[in-house]
C-alpha cells in the first residue's frame, strides 16, 4: 500500500530540522530533508542527487524529460515507494524552493500530496536566527545541534530597515498560507512555538503536540524525540548586543508584539496580527493549529 504523502512547507530558520529529526523517532515516517536544496548535506537524497544519478545511468531520459516531469518521477519513485512498514511519508521543502520547478504545487496536488505549513510566529527570533547561523557557520560549527551560541553576540539593524525585513518576512507566510489554503488535499498549519512543554526547550517534541502531529500523519501515537537541541535558548535581551535600539524601532509599530518573550502570550497577538483568511473553496480545506487556552497552554489544538 503507498504512504500517505506529505510535503513540509516552512521558511528557513523555522525548527525544520528539529521536527524533521523528531519525525524520525517514528518507525512509520520517512521523512527527506530538503528535496529541493542545491547544495544537500552529505547523505540527503535530493532531486539534485537523483538528477545526478539518472544522468549517468539515463541520459537519453534526462534528456527528453522536462524538469517537471523529473520532479514527478522522482517523488514517485523515491519518495512514495516506501517498505510496507512506513506509513507516511514527508518531504521538506522551504518558500525560497518552490520556483525550483515549474508548477511545484499543482505537482503536489496531482500527486495527493498532503500539506504541513510549519510557521515561526516570532519573526524577530527567526532573523536572530539567521545571523547566528551565519555567526555559527564562520566557526566552522553545525547551523543546528549542540552548541550554545554565546550572549550579546550580534546586532540587527534597526528602524526602518528591521521593520522592512520583518515585513517581507511576514508576506512571505502569508503567501505561503494562500498556497496552501487553494491546496486540494488535507492541509494543517503548526506552530515553532507548540513544539515544546512550557518555556522549556527539551529534546523532544510536547506530547500532545506530537500526538496530535502524528493523527495527522495517520500514525500510531509515540513519543517524538531527537539528539538536537535548541543553540539559542536566551533571552532576546541577552543575545541582542543593540536590544533597546531594536525595541525602540518595534514599539508602536504593528511588530511590537515580537518583544513579548512567553510563547502563548505571543501566539495569541500573532493570530489578532494575521488578517481574516478569505473561506476556502470546498475542495481546499485547511485545519488551522490555534494555541490553546488551556491552563497547560504548551500545545496546538486542531479545529
Not at 517537471?68 to 512498514?85: C, G, K, W, Y
Not at 486540494?184 to 500526538?211: C, K, M
Not at 488551522?288 to 487556552?293: E, I, T
Amino acid at each position: 500500500m503507498q504512504p500517505r504523502a506529505h510535503a513540509l512547507i516552512a521558511e528557513g530558520r523555522t525548527g525544520t530540522t528539529f521536527l524533521g529529526a523528531c519525525l524520525d523517532s517514528h518507525p512509520a515516517v520517512k521523512r527527506y530533508a530538503e528535496i529541493l536544496l542545491e547544495e544537500p548535506e552529505p547523505g540527503d537524497f535530493t532531486f539534485l542527487f537523483y538528477q545526478q544519478q539518472l544522468a549517468r545511468t539515463r541520459p537519453d531520459r534526462m534528456a527528453r524529460e522536462s524538469r517537471s516531469r523529473l520532479f514527478m518521477h522522482f517523488l514517485r519513485e523515491v519518495a512514495l515507494t516506501q517498505p510496507d512498514a512506513i506509513r507516511s511519508v514527508i518531504v521538506d521543502v522551504k518558500y525560497g524552493q518552490t520556483d525550483a520547478v515549474a508548477g511545484f504545487w499543482s505537482i503536489l496536488a496531482k500527486m495527493g500530496f498532503h500539506l504541513v505549513h510549519l510557521v515561526r510566529a516570532n519573526l524577530l527570533k527567526t532573523l536572530i536566527s539567521c545571523r547566528l547561523n551565519q555567526m555559527q557557520g564562520a566557526l566552522g560549527r553545525r547551523s543546528h545541534g549542540v552548541h550554545r551560541v554565546p550572549v550579546h553576540c550580534i546586532s540587527l539593524p534597526a528602524g526602518d530597515s528591521l521593520l522592512a525585513e520583518l515585513q517581507a518576512r511576514f508576506d512571505d507566510i502569508l503567501l505561503a498560507r494562500t498556497r496552501v489554503r487553494e491546496h486540494r488535499h488535507e492541509a494543517v498549519e503548526i506552530f515553532y512555538e507548540r513544539f515544546f512543554e512550557g518555556d522549556r526547550p527539551g529534546d523532544s517534541l510536547s506530547r500532545a503536540f506530537g500526538d496530535e502531529l502524528c493523527d495527522f500523519l495517520r500514525v500510531a501515537p509515540r513519543r517524538l524525540s531527537c539528539r538536537l537541541r535548541k543553540t539559542n535558548p536566551h533571552r532576546l535581551a541577552d543575545v541582542l548586543a543593540n536590544h533597546e535600539e531594536v525595541r525602540e524601532s518595534l514599539m508602536g509599530t504593528a511588530f511590537e508584539f515580537l518583544l513579548l518573550e512567553n510563547d502563548r502570550e505571543l501566539l495569541d497577538a500573532w493570530h489578532d496580527a494575521m488578517p481574516a483568511p478569505s473561506p476556502a473553496p470546498p475542495v481546499a480545506p485547511i485545519l488551522q493549529s490555534r494555541p490553546s487556552r488551556s491552563a497547560e497552554g504548551a500545545h496546538s489544538v486542531i479545529v
